[in-house]
C-alpha cells in the first residue's frame, strides 16, 4: 500500500507566487492533518478535516487555505507565499477511535 | 491547552554510551496518549512508540525503553549501547484521547547525535 504520499516532494517558489501541496492516503481515513515543521520548533498543525467537505483550524492557519473535496484527498494551498512559510511541510490521516497517525514523507518548500 | 517540552536541544554521545532523552507534558485532560516518534535525516517521520495515560507501565524494545511516570507528567526515552544509526532527531508527541479528531502536539525535537 502506498499510505500517504504527498507531491511534490520539493519546490522553490518566489514570494508572492501561489502552490498548491496535495496530500493523497489510500487507507479511507477520515482525519486527514497539515503540520509543517521549522527547525527547533518540532511540528505545529497547520489546518485539519475530520471528513469529507470539513475542515478547521489548527495551531498556525494563517497564510494557508485547504480543501478535502475527495475523502482520500487534502489540499493545502498558499495563495501569496511569504518567505516565513518556508518550511518542511507533513500530511497525516488517521481513523476515528484511532490514535495511529500516518505520516507522508515531507513536501520541502523553499520561498525566495 | 497541552504542551510538550524537549529541555534537551541537541546531545552528542559517543557510540556505546547509553542515553537519555527527556519529555514533560502538560495537560488537564485525564485521558490521553503519549508518543515518541523519530526522524532519521533521510527526514521521514518514524513511529516508535505509544502510550496510554493509564498503562505506565515501562516498555522495553531492544535498546530502546520508555519511563512514563504521571506524578511528574514524564515519558523518558533511553536508549541502550547507542549506536551511530541512532542518530537522528527525535520528538515526543501528545494526544488527547477523548475520541475526537485532535492532532498531535509535538515538542521541538531533541538532536540526537551519535560519534563513532
Known amino acids: 500500500n502506498a499510505g500517504v504520499t504527498q507531491t511534490p516532494k520539493f519546490r522553490v517558489l518566489k514570494t508572492g507566487q501561489s502552490m498548491t501541496l496535495l496530500c493523497a492516503q489510500d487507507?479511507?481515513?477520515?482525519?486527514m492533518y497539515w503540520y509543517r515543521q521549522d527547525p527547533g520548533m518540532g511540528l505545529r498543525l497547520i489546518h485539519y478535516s475530520v471528513g469529507e467537505g470539513t475542515t478547521a483550524k489548527g495551531e498556525v492557519p494563517d497564510g494557508y487555505n485547504v480543501s478535502r473535496l475527495k475523502k482520500q484527498n487534502f489540499l493545502l494551498g498558499l495563495e501569496s507565499a511569504a518567505p516565513s512559510q518556508t518550511s518542511v511541510y507533513f500530511c497525516a490521516s488517521r481513523k476515528p477511535g484511532d490514535t495511529e497517525a500516518f505520516f507522508g514523507q515531507g513536501t520541502r518548500l523553499t520561498v525566495v | 491547552a497541552q504542551k510538550v517540552t524537549q529541555a534537551q536541544t541537541e546531545i552528542s554521545v559517543v557510540e556505546k554510551e547509553d542515553v537519555t532523552l527527556d519529555c514533560v507534558y502538560e495537560?488537564?485532560?485525564?485521558?490521553?496518549?503519549l508518543f515518541w516518534y523519530k526522524q532519521p535525516p533521510s527526514g521521514e517521520l518514524v513511529f516508535l512508540i505509544r502510550r496510554n495515560s493509564f498503562d505506565e507501565q515501562n516498555e522495553i524494545s531492544g535498546r530502546y525503553s520508555w519511563n512514563f511516570q504521571k506524578s511528574t507528567s514524564s515519558f523518558n526515552f533511553t536508549i541502550t549501547a547507542s549506536q551511530v544509526v541512532d542518530s537522528a532527531v527525535y520528538f515526543c508527541a501528545f494526544m488527547y484521547s477523548g475520541g475526537g479528531a485532535d492532532g498531535l502536539t509535538f515538542g521541538k525535537g531533541t538532536h540526537l547525535i551519535i560519534q563513532p
Open positions: 487507507m479511507n481515513h477520515e482525519y
Open positions: 495537560t488537564r485532560d485525564t485521558t490521553y496518549y
